[in-house]
């Protein structure tokens, strides 16, 4: 039997021999390979720019919106019920054992002015308790606490946007601002969080105690009330327990009965979130096996080539098999051909995958990562490609009789 290192330079030789039909017949697998990493490389971007949305929005999320209205047989949708109250925020942090924090908030659009510069924003009356249901931090001075609220105090925390539009380069601590005429004193820097997953600017947002947003800037109905409670639970295993405690807890307070409709409604933004992650994923992977089918189009090129490469050395089989060569000597040799196309094939694919991946993303300005583990998949995939279209050639070529291929013009 020859050895594998000899079958195996009998190969690269046979391959040097025909260089160009040899570099067309790796096409297909080059291209391949790259749309492969490509493609992976977009999905596993656009996974991670949605989980780092996901964190800045804050982990273990629930919203409590008050329920909808019904106006002239019309149901207006969720929000439009004044419902909620600073009592039932309350409530839900001292009775809901899986809640590890609630921040009540009155909020609504306002005109900002400082100095000659002004800037619309939304602006949030609320809790230090949004600061850790956000996971939100302070990147400069301090956040208001339980005392301003509680006297209503004229103090505010800017967004990093606002401080932009505002400010510029200067520093807004302790300098004065009016929102709605009315004025309030810098005291903290919110850190940027940036985008949230449905596109909003979650910079661009000031807030301030929530008594003074309800007795100073935008009024309530009665008082107390809040436009939505913020709820962090404690993991995300607490999350279903926290959102059943945070029901029954609501109905119980506002004397709803089993069959009646709640006036309330909880929205999971985690498992939101999470769904639009797992749908990403389930897109990139649906990509990937499209461009995947281009490696199969190119592993027929490789069967198609090496058919040919068979006929056309029929005479020099039947002289191997003439001098000693064994069935499995042709069968590998003809493999080797076939892997060595493919797998030099995936390399060059690698490098397109790589490059596209980096030109996309500098020109579209899209987000996207290329994992190790996606450049092992489509490699490995193109190399069982190349044995698995390779193997019949190889298994026609080991049948030849040797008399009839010495005798073959």
């Not at 909808?68 to 600073?86: C, D, I, P």
């Not at 985008?195 to 107390?224: C, E, H, Y």
Request: charged share 15%; with cysteine; net charge positive.
């Amino acid at each position: 039997m020859i050895g594998i290192p000899s079958t195996f330079r009998i190969s690269l030789r046979a391959l040097r021999v025909n260089k160009m039909r040899s570099a067309l017949t790796m096409l297909g697998i080059i291209i391949g390979v790259g749309a492969v990493i490509t493609m992976l490389a977009v999905g596993t971007g656009a996974s991670e720019r949605i989980a780092q949305q996901m964190s800045s929005m804050g982990s273990n999320l629930l919203i409590v919106v008050p329920g909808s209205s019904t106006s002239g047989g019309l149901r207006m949708g969720s929000g439009t019920q004044s419902t909620l109250t600073m009592d039932d925020a309350e409530a839900i942090a001292r009775e809901c054992p899986a809640v590890a924090d609630v921040a009540p908030a009155h909020y609504g659009a306002a005109q900002v002015v400082y100095g000659n510069q002004n800037w619309s924003t939304v602006v949030w009356g609320t809790t230090p308790g949004i600061l850790p249901v956000r996971d939100w931090t302070i990147a400069s001075g301090r956040a208001f606490t339980d005392q301003d609220v509680r006297n209503a105090t004229k103090v505010c925390l800017l967004g990093q946007t606002v401080v932009d539009s505002l400010f510029g380069n200067a520093d807004p601590l302790g300098h004065i601002i009016r929102i709605k005429k009315v004025p309030f004193t810098v005291i903290g820097i919110l850190a940027p969080k940036g985008q949230s997953v449905m596109g909003q600017d979650q910079d661009d947002i000031i807030f301030i105690p929530l008594a003074t947003a309800q007795k100073k800037i935008f009024g309530t109905p009665f008082a107390g009330m809040v436009r939505s409670i913020s709820v962090k639970a404690k993991s995300a295993a607490d999350l279903a327990a926290a959102e059943r405690q945070i029901g029954e807890l609501l109905r119980q307070r506002h004397r709803i009965g089993p069959r009646q409709e709640a006036d309330f409604t909880i929205r999971n933004l985690t498992q939101l979130m999470q769904a639009a992650e797992q749908n990403t994923q389930v897109m990139a992977l649906l990509l990937a096996a499209i461009a995947s089918v281009s490696l199969l189009v190119g592993g027929i090129g490789i069967m198609n080539i090496m058919l040919v490469s068979v006929t056309e050395r029929t005479r020099e089989i039947g002289i191997r098999m003439s001098v000693g060569a064994k069935t499995w000597d042709i069968r590998l040799q003809f493999l080797i051909e076939a892997l060595t196309l493919s797998l030099i094939g995936g390399v060059a694919g690698i490098v397109l995958g790589v490059s596209g991946s980096k030109v996309l993303s500098a020109l579209a300005g899209w987000s996207t990562v290329v994992s190790p583990l996606s450049i092992l998949l489509a490699f490995g995939f193109s190399g069982m490609v190349g044995l698995f279209f390779g193997f019949y050639p190889a298994y026609k070529a080991s049948l030849l009789n040797p008399i009839d291929a010495l005798h073959y013009e």
